[in-house]
């Protein structure tokens, strides 16, 4: 008997796992009854999530604020050239859907920060850093912290990279190890430029520990930092320790930022830019509105990508918008303000 192409059972699809001891049949169904969120869906995210996606976690929710470019592609492997300017979070959850019709995944085109970070992370059983910033990672981290949930720390860059597991009250978290770093000092991507194997890596190391936190086998990074540096195949870890006075996992002390507006993204004139208050705009009403104005160069489920004058506008549902070709945030809002008029949206 040929069962029909493309279907595949549990058993079928698990059975190396569920053959392999110290895994089972028992860590495969706790897998299965886990959520993990993945912030961030770059070279890190991309790699993580799809071998958390074929391993078999049941919930994958997948955040990211951002669309395909043609500098991804060479890193982020969910990506072709056919993705280019969709929102990276429809196309990934399209992909891991295929990879692994078994799982649940949850596309979330969001600008995470401080007001919706617990609504994003919740009911999640883990945390993956799929990020490129220390000003989103600090966001989480102390989100986590007030959450009780694991965080699996990831960093790459050239051809270097760190992984952790934060879990306070059991472990320092990442503001206890790095603590009141600009992203201002790093070096980014697209200064420092990245190997595409260095967030393969890293992304798949991420998995690992991600698999035997939820799994619970082996022993994970909690306490200890991984440093990794491949020009030499250097790996080391180090232990790492409470920091005392942590304003982040330490009781006291607490403190929280306002939500941010307005965030440059990492290397590119594009700016994100967030409404006063969500808004709840039906995507295809707000087509019909914006290509009366406005060149559409593509409808996808999560976005509308437009060009006004000599910017390219990806307009999301809550009416967040990723504004490119922008040299400062007063032109940006200036254009916001435009595009929100012209939907019948006065701020
Ligand atoms: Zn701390």
């Not at 089972?24 to 799809?50: H, N, Y």
């Not at 043609?70 to 859907?97: C, F, M, T, W």
């Not at 406005?294 to 509308?304: E, G, Q, T, Y």
Request: hydrophobic letters at 35%.
């Amino acid at each position: 008997m040929h069962k029909p192409r493309g279907r595949i059972s549990y058993d079928e699809y698990y059975s190396r796992q569920i053959i392999f001891k110290e895994l089972g049949r028992r860590g495969q169904r706790r897998l299965a009854r886990s959520t993990v969120a993945i912030v961030g869906l770059g070279g890190l995210g991309t790699v993580s999530s799809l071998y958390l996606t074929v391993a078999g976690v049941g919930r994958l929710r997948l955040i990211d604020q951002d669309t395909v470019e043609p500098d991804n592609l060479h890193r982020q492997i969910l990506y072709g050239p056919d993705d280019l300017s969709y929102p990276k979070v429809e196309v990934s959850a399209k992909k891991l859907e295929e990879a692994n019709p078994l799982v649940r995944v949850e596309a979330v085109p969001e600008n995470l920060n401080e007001k919706n970070v617990e609504r994003l992370l919740s009911g999640a059983d883990c945390v993956v850093d799929g990020l490129d910033n220390m000003r989103t990672r600090y966001l989480i981290n102390r989100a986590c912290v007030r959450m009780r949930v694991p965080y699996v720390y990831g960093a790459a860059i050239g051809m270097e990279g760190n992984v952790s597991v934060f879990s306070p009250p059991e472990t320092p978290c990442l503001e206890c190890v790095f603590p009141g770093i600009d992203d201002a000092e790093l070096q980014s991507c697209d200064v420092r430029g990245v190997l595409g194997a260095t967030p393969g890596i890293i992304g798949s190391l991420q998995a690992m520990e991600t698999v035997k936190l939820l799994a619970r086998i082996g022993s994970t990074l909690k306490g200890r930092l991984l440093i990794c540096d491949f020009s030499d195949m250097f790996f080391g870890t180090v232990d790492i320790s409470k920091r005392e006075g942590c304003p982040a996992c330490q009781p006291t002390g607490m403190v929280s930022k306002a939500g941010e507006k307005l965030v440059w993204l990492c290397g590119r004139n594009t700016v994100n830019v967030n409404p006063n208050r969500p808004l709840r705009l039906k995507l295809s009403e707000a087509y019909e509105t914006i290509r009366q104005d406005f060149n559409v160069r593509l409808k996808s489920r999560l976005a509308i990508i437009f060009t006004y004058k000599n910017h390219e506008i990806s307009l999301f549902s809550d009416g967040r918008m990723l504004i490119k070709n922008v040299k400062d945030e007063e032109s940006a809002l200036r254009v916001q303000r435009q595009v929100l008029k012209k939907l019948g949206q006065t701020k």
